[in-house]
């Protein structure tokens, strides 16, 4: 037995497109791609980027001769400080973010109120461009600086005076981190490929451990266990362990350029099985932006941006990734929060303030309130309940529903506006089945018609959509001679057209000629 | 032998008397079938030659059923359909092309209970020596004549009109008229009261300026609907004033010469007015009135079925069955009706909503536009193991057909559109293809340009799903650029495919499962290309793999290269034909291949695998199609005969079955439709599944299944018995509206009742108690009875 209407409607679909293999759309990569992005531009190449550690997560961007504070809300510029006599290099928030450090190029280390942008301390000892500077995460009265000068220090804020100095390096230190669970221990990174752990407390100024990168090191970060550091330079993101006397756990290659910048992320969402666990994110030259899981030692995201990426930043409360680019344009990008997660938190701080007094005691629902007529409509079903699904309905654009209508004009422009090439190229085919489409395109005005051959300048040498609008570009010039001839824009959307497909003519051609470069060779290898 | 895929909408069906039954010409024979499950009941069988015409004898109960059938075999059975049984046979000496028994549609009046008349039917004949003999300038060989049923001697002499070619009858549900269409003309007779072999009724004529399709009388005015080929419907009321009624003594008031208050009725034609409504566009197919009289359906080749109201000329519609419609009939129930369509479908109708609840669907036509779209129409693909075909169907689909169960199973849609029965056919589904263990099929869908561009090609590949139907698994969009793709061949054992196309190329997929089974990954399946190989540019019409898969064979234009499929390697070049190749296979588990050309010089090849080398050919052969037998050193050809010995067989084609090793014919059949033919080894049906059977599917979809080697005459009975039969469970009545009454439990009543008294002697004390509790004496009765009886106490020994 078959079904008993024979007819069903079916929307014009665009071609299936293939599907990359390797992509597979698991949880985490989910998570990493619910971070929409958004440009901030009209900067000049952003070095660092970093937020301050307590909400709501302002983050500081170093930017030429200053530094600009964002509101990772409207990811607006809130302030902008300015008192650098040369390029600001770094920049760091107190543990309480009512302090922020910065330093430049000049050797300077200023400090400044957060919240006032006034200049505080200016610490000066640093000769050669200061590249580093950072509060330790648990102490609120000392600084650390590292410049190019091979020195590191450890500042008194208050005095104004270094207390320490570290040798030890041999070329440019131009990063650093302090560890997330004993305020005295510090590890900084050089050029000279030597990554260097510190003890404050130490004062012979010789470094506890240290290890070889083998490269210069442009990055370093402590893991959150304090036992652990992963340091960035050349290709490859190493993860070392100096619990175990600095030993190399494992290096992660995936990069192609070099690696400018790494900083810790978290997966921050309630549910899934790698909630809260943090991965590492790291920026590099070749543009790609990758998040590293170090426990299961794999690469689990990876984008790619259009410009050689500088520096890294990610909230804690995991909202807002921020990079900054060498040609001065910062992605910023929020996570999109679910409507359900916010009224979660608004309803359990509603709760705290006002549900003890409320009565506890359930309402019966009564005719006479509308909610009795909606009653049971939220309910869930239960595990042995039969379902009878509501049939699925066909969801119709625009252009489907013109052409159900037969108004087959209407639907090429309909679909011509809405700027989808694949959903174009389903209409013209429909419409080439039910042979319309000639007709179409010769009823179209002067005014549609600059549409369409705007569409066919933009696609008819793509490779994908060729074979149909390479013939029907054709037919359409043929047609439509008299009334391009008449109208200069037309003419103008002509001559495009015609420079797109010489274009198209040296493409093949080149490619041809290293085709039969090529065929020889391959024919010598299949032997 | 197994015949079926007949066609269900050769002739109108009729519903028996309680519209439970829906009878069917089918062929040779009438199907019945329930009309609230779909299902096939029974079959009366016993016509030779396909059946024209079907009467059921109308009668006060529903417990009579009674059908009259007329055959092209010449004669007219009276059946019991319940049982079925026939019960009486006339040998008419001519063959019936239409019946009607206008006697039985009659309301019987008190007199006729006392002296019953004869019935008697009119049948619309072919007869040919007729106007041989009298050798008129004119060949008309159709006759309309009279024939008594029940007392039958010979048909009738008289004859009532001579028409061109068989016109049919129609009657009107009151019995009164009779009428046929002739070209521009309708003739209507007034069928007498008392009818004899002799008497002559008058007739009346009605002109029209187109050809008229298709007549219905209203069920109780005289009111005559026509509509012809331009899809108009006229509709004469008070036909036949003048000439039926005045010899009857009614005379009507007005002078039977006033000739200016006839509006629309063209001159001298006998009826008081004609009217015209034109909605359909193409031919009007069928039309009937309603029950009632009040509304007048119609319907054509859109596939659209118009409601029209008989008053006010308002429209309402059934729009999207999808095919044209040829005919409407009524049931005695009156929410019961069904449509026949072109398709091979009999929808039946919830009336007042117009709704379709069922549907009885025979195997899918055969593509009416192939002369269109010649080369791209696909044949059916047959599945070795389970006995299916795969045939294409109109709406862009493919049908699913069991050949063992003579039913279809189901339909997948191969393009996603919607089909037009008017619309000019753009897409084509031309090739359809199953691996032998029908586990996955390949189609291949042509849009056709317009004005020579936006053609594309797109091939499909479909594996099995959960339900054991089909669902795509890859699109593949013009795989050989815009060449056609002329084959489609899958490995035996392997997940893999093979597409040869007129370009010159042809390319190796491979189901991505298998390409990750080493890496011990399962992961979606998904085809891709594996190889693409060429043979001098040639054009490549036919490729096949070897029965191991180790060789594969495409056809390049007039010669076979032979390929190793895994490495993509040209392993030999055999052969040299005198035309293209156009279709190849490898014989069974020999080694030796199959090559057939046609066009000018036909010819079929056995070429020697080991030796390659021809072994042996026929020249001059035109094949339609061949198929090898898996296992064995067999195959089987289906060949067109050549018009010199046309005559002195019947049919038009003939299958040879061949040893492969033997030039000479093991067995040969003759077979007619054999254009657009197919043909197929299968696996015999589960109870014996040794065997191999040979299929031969006719250019109409007709097909047979037989033993190739056996004797002929080996009766394989059709396989019903996993047909399962439901039986009507519908509710009718008080339980339609207020469901099932709870069942008197009797049991539990008499077990209270009863308890104190001793069980051997239930007549005793199934009547104590008050009378008000009893249970009524129906239910009892049995329950009585059955107690009075002795039991037997079983005895084991």
């Not at chain 1, 042979?435 to 300048?457: G, I, Q, T």
């Not at chain 2, 030659?49 to 109960?61: D, E, M, R, W, Y």
């Not at chain 2, 052969?575 to 030796?592: C, Q």
Request: hydrophobic share 35%; charged share 20%; proline share 5%.
């Amino acid at each position: 037995m078959e079904e008993a209407r024979a007819q069903k409607s079916f929307p014009v679909k665009a071609k299936v497109k293939t599907k990359g293999r390797s992509q597979k759309r698991s949880p985490e990569w989910k998570y990493w791609s619910s971070f929409k992005t958004h440009q901030i531009p009209n900067l000049i190449s952003v070095p660092s980027l970093t937020f301050s550690p307590t909400p709501p997560h302002t983050f500081a961007a170093a930017h030429s001769a200053s530094l600009t504070l964002f509101s990772p809300q409207t990811l607006a510029p809130t302030a902008t400080i300015s008192s650098f006599s040369d390029a600001v290099s770094c920049a760091s928030f107190r543990s309480d973010s009512l302090l922020l450090a910065a330093s430049d190029l000049s050797g300077l280390v200023q400090v400044f109120d957060a919240k006032s942008r006034a200049p505080l301390r200016r610490l000066r000892s640093h000769t050669r461009p200061c590249r580093f500077v950072h509060f330790p995460r648990l102490d609120k009265l000392h600084l650390i600086s590292a410049a190019d000068d091979a020195l590191v220090k450890l500042w008194d804020v208050a005095e104004e005076t270094p207390i320490v100095d570290f040798l030890g390096h041999k070329d440019y230190v131009r990063c650093g981190d302090s560890s997330p669970v004993n305020s005295d221990l510090f590890v900084t990174g050089s050029y000279d490929h030597v990554v260097k752990l510190w003890d404050a407390r130490v004062r012979d100024s010789k470094s506890s451990l240290h290890v070889n990168h083998g490269a210069p090191v442009q990055d370093v970060v402590f893991l959150p266990s304090g036992g652990m550091v992963a340091t960035a330079g050349g290709n490859s993101v190493k993860l070392w362990d100096l619990i175990g006397g600095g030993k190399l756990v494992y290096s992660m290659e995936s990069h192609n350029k070099t690696v400018t910048s790494i900083c810790l992320g978290r997966i921050g969402r309630d549910s899934g099985e790698d909630s809260n666990q943090f991965r590492i994110m790291s920026v590099g030259l070749d543009g790609y932006l990758k998040v590293f899981d170090y426990g299961a030692l794999k690469v689990t995201h990876s984008i790619r941006f259009p410009a050689p990426l500088l520096s890294v930043g990610y909230s804690q409360d995991c909202s807002t990734r921020v990079i900054g680019t060498s040609n001065g344009v910062i992605y910023a990008s929020k996570r999109k929060v679910k409507q359900v997660e916010k009224e979660k938190v608004s309803e359990s701080s509603l709760f705290w303030r006002i549900a003890p007094l409320e009565r506890t005691e359930k309402k019966v629902l009564r005719p006479s309130h509308f909610r009795y007529f909606h009653r049971g409509q939220g309910e869930k079903p239960s595990e042995g309940d039969y379902l009878v699904m509501r049939p699925k309905k066909v969801k119709l654009a625009e252009h489907d529903k013109l052409l159900n209508k037969f108004r087959h004009a209407d639907a090429l422009i309909s679909v011509l506006e809405s700027k989808n090439p694949g959903n174009v190229l389903a209409v013209m085919e429909e419409l080439v089945a039910r042979r319309k489409l000639l007709k179409c395109v010769s009823n179209l005005d002067a005014e549609k018609l600059e549409l369409l051959l705007v569409f066919l300048h933009k696609y008819c040498t793509s490779p994908r959509y060729s074979s149909l609008l390479m013939g029907f570009t054709k037919k359409v010039l043929e047609m439509r001679a008299d009334e391009i001839r008449d109208s200069e824009a037309l003419k103008r959307h002509v001559r495009n057209l015609k420079r797109s497909v010489e274009e198209e003519i040296r493409v093949q051609m080149s490619l041809q000629e290293i085709q039969g470069i090529i065929s020889p060779l391959l024919k010598i290898a299949g032997r | 032998m197994i015949s079926g895929g007949k066609n269900y909408v050769s002739s109108a069906p009729a519903f028996s008397n309680d519209g439970k039954r829906l009878l069917v010409c089918s062929g040779s024979t009438v199907s019945v079938f329930s009309t609230a499950t779909g299902s096939l009941v029974s079959s009366l069988e016993g016509h030779s030659a396909p059946v024209t015409a079907l009467v059921v004898c109308p009668a006060s109960s529903s417990l009579l059923t009674y059908c009259w059938t007329a055959s092209v075999d010449c004669t007219i059975r009276h059946w019991d359909f319940s049982v079925p049984e026939c019960l009486k046979t006339l040998d008419l000496r001519f063959p019936v092309f239409s019946m009607v028994v206008p006697s039985l549609l009659s309301p019987r009046e008190e007199t006729d209970a006392k002296k019953r008349h004869d019935v008697f039917a009119y049948v619309s004949l072919q007869n040919d020596n007729a106007n041989a003999k009298e050798n008129c300038p004119k060949p008309s060989c159709g006759q309309i004549r009279k024939c008594n049923l029940t007392n039958f001697h010979a048909v009738s002499s008289l004859i009532l009109k001579e028409t061109e070619r068989p016109e049919s009858l129609t009657v009107s549900p009151s019995g009164k008229f009779l009428g046929i269409k002739d070209k521009r003309k309708l003739h209507i007779w007034k069928i007498l009261k008392v009818d004899s072999n002799s008497a002559v009724s008058k007739k009346i004529t009605l002109h029209h300026s187109k050809t008229i399709t298709v007549l219905t009388f209203h069920p109780m005015e005289r009111i005559v609907a026509a509509g012809d080929v331009t899809g108009r419907i006229l509709i004469w009321r008070g036909f036949g004033a003048k000439k039926f009624l005045h010899s009857a003594g009614l005379v009507n008031g007005r002078s039977t010469n006033d000739e200016e208050d006839k509006p629309g009725v063209r001159e001298n034609d006998d009826a008081e007015s004609c009217s015209t409504w034109h909605w359909h566009s193409s031919g009007v197919r069928l039309l009937s009135f309603s029950s009632d009289g009040a509304y007048l359906y119609s319907g054509g080749k859109e596939g659209v079925l118009v409601l029209w109201q008989l008053d006010t000329g308002k429209k309402k519609f059934l729009p999207r069955i999808g095919s044209p419609l040829l005919y409407f009939v009524d049931s005695p129930d009156p929410s019961l009706s069904s449509i026949s369509c072109a398709d091979n479908q009999i929808h039946i109708l919830k009336m007042p909503s117009l709704e379709i609840v069922r549907s009885i669907s025979g195997i899918k036509p055969p593509l009416s536009h192939q002369d269109i779209c010649e080369g791209f129409c696909s044949r059916a693909a047959f599945d070795y193991t389970s006995g299916l075909v795969a045939v294409q169907t109109q709406n862009y689909g493919i049908q699913f057909y069991s050949l063992f169960a003579n039913r279809g199973l189901y339909e997948v849609q191969v393009c996603e559109r919607n089909h037009q029965p008017v619309d000019e056919v753009t897409v084509v589904v031309s090739l359809v293809e199953l691996s032998v263990d029908g586990s996955i099929m390949g189609t291949v869908e042509v849009k056709l340009p317009e004005d020579g561009f936006g053609g594309l090609v797109c091939l499909k590949f479909w594996d099995l799903d959960d339900n054991k139907r089909f669902s795509v698994s890859t699109h593949i969009y013009e795989p050989h650029r815009d060449a056609h793709i002329s084959a489609v061949a899958f490995h035996p054992t392997r997940r893999m495919a093979v597409s040869s196309s007129y370009g010159g190329d042809f390319k190796i997929w491979v189901c991505k499962e298998e390409i990750q089974q080493k890496g011990q990954m399962l992961q979606n399946s998904g085809w891709m290309c594996h190889a693409v190989g060429s043979y001098k540019n040639k054009a490549m019409r036919a490729a096949a793999f070897s029965a191991d898969g180790s060789v594969l064979a495409v056809a390049a234009d007039t010669v076979i290269t032979l390929w190793d499929p895994n490495n993509n390697v040209l392993v030999a070049v055999i052969g040299e034909t005198p035309m293209p190749i156009t279709s190849l296979a490898f014989v069974g588990k020999s080694d030796y291949l199959l090559s057939v050309c046609h066009n000018s010089k036909p010819q079929l090849s056995v070429w020697s695998m080991s030796k390659l080398t021809a072994s042996w050919s026929y020249k001059h052969l035109q094949i339609e199609a061949v198929s090898c037998a898996i296992d064995l050193s067999y195959f089987a050809v289906l060949a067109l005969l050549p018009d010199c010995i046309k005559g002195k067989l019947q049919g038009d084609g003939i299958i040879l079955l061949f040893n492969v090793t033997d030039p000479i014919a093991v067995a040969s059949w003759s077979v007619t439709k054999a254009i657009g033919g197919g043909l197929a080894f299968l696996k015999g049906d589960p109870s014996e599944p040794s065997q191999t059977l040979l299929t031969y599917i006719n250019g109409d979809r007709e097909y047979i299944i037989f033993h190739p080697f056996g004797k002929e005459a080996f009766e394989l009975s059709t396989r019903r018995q996993d047909d399962l039969v439901f039986e009507e469970t519908g509710q009718f009545g008080y339980t339609s509206i207020y469901g099932e009454l709870p069942k008197l439990d009797l049991k539990r009543n008499l077990a209270s009742s009863i308890s104190s008294t001793a069980s051997e002697r239930p007549w005793e004390t199934i009547f104590s108690g008050s009378s008000h509790m009893l249970p009524p004496l129906t239910k009892l009765c049995s329950e009585f009875l059955e107690s009075l009886l002795e039991k037997r106490t079983p005895t084991v020994e």
